[in-house]
Nanobody, 127 residues
């Protein structure tokens, strides 16, 4: 059974940093494209980043470019999202997702393309 478990969320002041983790069981993360998404209340789920397994290409949403970095530790079967210079508008529930349908193209990743999802971790940026 595929399971993705996010952790690392919390309350942070503007300008601060957090590192989110997504630990997988039931699948090898290095076999699939992996995405980070976020959803704020009343808003659509949006892509934060997507890591392609084919060539290691990582795509970032425009709002997080230069501030967030996605990485993967194959030995731990875990992906990370390092978030720096956090802003109040980054407040959302953050989800990781795996492309278990094998259809994702990271440069145009869409939530509906991802077959497996974690339960999310809340990030709140506030002074």
């Amino acid at each position: 059974q595929v399971q993705l478990v996010e952790s690392g969320g919390g309350l942070v002041q503007p300008g601060g940093s957090l590192r989110l983790s997504c630990a997988a069981s039931g699948l090898h993360l290095d076999y699939y494209a992996i995405g980070w998404f976020r959803q704020a209340p009343g808003k659509a789920r949006e892509e934060v980043s997507c890591l392609s397994t084919r060539d290691g290409y990582t795509h970032y949403g425009d709002s997080v470019k230069g501030r967030f970095t996605m990485s993967r530790d194959n030995a731990k079967n875990t992906v990370y999202l390092q978030m720096n210079d956090l802003k109040t508008e980054d407040t959302a529930n953050y989800y990781c997702a795996a492309d278990t349908n094998n259809v994702v193209l990271c440069h145009r990743a869409h939530p509906l393309d991802f077959g497996s999802w974690g339960q999310g971790t809340q990030v709140t940026v506030s002074s």
